[in-house]
């Protein structure tokens, strides 16, 4: 069946441009997970949703940051005013439950580039 | 709270045994393994949700100590196929996992 999958596969913005990355998580997963991950660095965690509602947004870096998933499917995540410390490979996740019993399944990732 | 991995960056020849650690300062649910090849994204390996608990994945195992607040992950007999960085994810009760900064393995032949 079909994985995860993220678009674009690669984004190249000038500072200070918006930019919208997508996800399509697999069909039926109710948790979705955004990280952040720059070169040679770990998985950085940003937002999770649980359906439609997202409970922790504590790991958004600043309110440059938004995201929303609608029809408990597609996510966008949203960098407003690019930075060029925002550049890095963005991952989307999904998974059938949440939290402790959950196997991620990650997208492909988006590398955002700002320059 | 993001978990401590160790060591940060593992050489080793093929056919050897490495065992890297994750550690954490919070209390954890559960620990969750994951391995990444450059240029990939990363690959479930298990979960493990109980204390002392040990699971294994080919010659691949891992154990929980729940009291501890740690994991550790084995690896034996290496094959070129492990190489690429391993995390692991710690969650602590609030339904999110945090990933340690990864450690990288590489196998010569």
């Known amino acids: 069946g079909a994985g995860v999958s993220q678009s674009p596969s690669n984004k190249v913005t000038e500072k200070g441009k918006d930019v919208e990355l997508r996800c399509d998580p697999i069909s039926g997963h109710t948790a979705l997970y955004w990280y952040r991950q720059s070169l040679g660095q770990g998985l950085e965690f940003l937002i999770y949703?649980?359906?439609?509602?997202?409970?922790?947004k504590s790991g958004l870096p600043s309110d440059r940051f938004s995201a929303e998933r609608t029809g408990g499917s597609v996510s966008t995540l949203t960098i407003q005013r690019t930075q060029q410390e925002d550049s890095a490979v963005y991952l989307c996740?999904?998974?059938?439950?949440?939290?402790?019993?959950?196997?991620?399944?990650f997208g492909p990732g988006t590398r955002l580039t700002v320059l | 709270q993001q978990p401590v991995q160790s060591p940060q960056a593992v050489i080793l020849r093929e056919g050897e045994d490495a065992v890297i650690n994750c550690s954490s300062s919070k209390a954890l649910y559960s620990v969750h393994w994951y391995r990444q090849k450059h240029g990939e994204a990363p690959v479930f390996l298990m979960i493990?949700?109980?204390?002392?608990e040990q699971k294994g994945h080919d010659k691949i195992s891992a154990s929980f100590n729940e009291k501890k607040q740690q994991s550790s992950l084995y690896l034996t007999a290496s094959q070129l196929s492990y190489s690429g960085t391993y995390f692991c994810?710690?969650?602590?009760?609030?339904?999110?996992?945090?990933f340690g900064k990864g450690t990288r393995l590489h196998i010569l032949p």
């Open positions: 493990l949700l109980k204390g002392g």
């Open positions: 949703f649980q359906g439609n509602s997202a409970p922790d």
């Open positions: 994810g710690t969650e602590i009760g609030d339904d999110k996992i945090i």
């Open positions: 996740a999904s998974s059938l439950t949440s939290g402790r019993a959950g196997e991620q399944f």
